[in-house]
């Protein structure tokens, strides 16, 4: 009987320390994220890059967005993107390069087509508004973020988030009966995020992902990571822009 006791007590007591021992999703660690989150409204000008690498169904896919941008009040926003993509064993170095200087677009795929627009005239406004960032713009709900959190912890900089994909699973269903979406349906199996700051900065994001998209009776296995950083952050002066004398007009459509 003083053996049935002992063990009960001490099952008692490790079910106790877990309880104190709290959430494995720390508070620090979601305000670190919301106040990172909040300073994107701070963020004036910047360098950047952005790399998807995706498999679906066995195949690969690279993606690679990389420039800057110069957003000002009352000057027009300046800004460079270009992509590199990599699909089933080729490689096509700055297939699309999109530049935005003096409210005009312009677009270069690959070489074979040079396209300039004015932004004024696409929008059908004689001026183009100021692109600022809002306080506001970037708001995130620590508590409803909570729910769908299996863990989020912080150490130093570093913070990783690892989502609960059943609950994920359960919203998305929500949605895409609400919206009467019921050709597709998206499945998560794997849903993690790490993050670095600097300076209260969010500097890089990783997302690492797995799920399973169903169309139909089409079923595809879909994983990867997507990384997005950002640096120079409030340092760039100048884009680099290319000499655009030999784009023709055209229009966006």
Do not use: H
Not at 93 to 100: A, G, H, I, R
Not at 117 to 138: C, Q, R, W
Not at 151 to 159: I, P
Not at 160 to 181: A, G, I, Q, R
Request: glycine letters at 4%; charged letters at 30%.
């Amino acid at each position: 009987m003083k053996k049935l006791a002992a063990l009960v007590l001490s099952f008692g007591m490790l079910f106790s320390m877990a309880a104190c021992s709290g959430s494995k999703v720390s508070d620090d660690a979601l305000d670190k994220l919301e106040s990172s989150v909040k300073k994107f409204s701070e963020v004036k000008n910047a360098n950047y890059s952005a790399d998807m690498d995706m498999t679906v169904d066995k195949e690969n896919a690279k993606i690679k967005l990389y420039g800057g941008f110069i957003s000002e009040t009352k000057k027009p926003l300046q800004l460079s993107m270009i992509m590199d993509m990599e699909a089933s064993g080729q490689k096509l170095e700055k297939y699309m390069q999109l530049f935005v200087k003096d409210d005009t677009m312009y677009l270069n795929m690959m070489d074979m087509m040079k396209q300039k627009t004015s932004l004024k005239d696409a929008m059908g406004t004689a001026s183009i508004p100021n692109v600022n960032i809002d306080a506001d713009t970037f708001k995130m709900n620590k508590e409803d973020m909570k729910k769908f959190l299996k863990e989020a912890s912080v150490k130093g900089n570093d913070l990783k988030l690892s989502f609960d994909v059943e609950k994920l699973n359960e919203e998305t269903k929500k949605e895409t009966e609400k919206n009467n979406v019921t050709d597709a349906n998206v499945e998560f199996k794997k849903l993690d995020m790490d993050v670095t700051l600097n300076n209260d900065f969010m500097e890089k994001a990783v997302i690492t992902m797995e799920m399973t998209n169903t169309k139909g009776e089409t079923k595809q296995e879909m994983n990867g990571t997507i990384s997005l950083t950002v640096k120079d952050i409030n340092k760039v002066s100048s884009i680099d822009f290319p000499d655009f004398k030999d784009y023709k007009e055209g229009s966006i459509e």
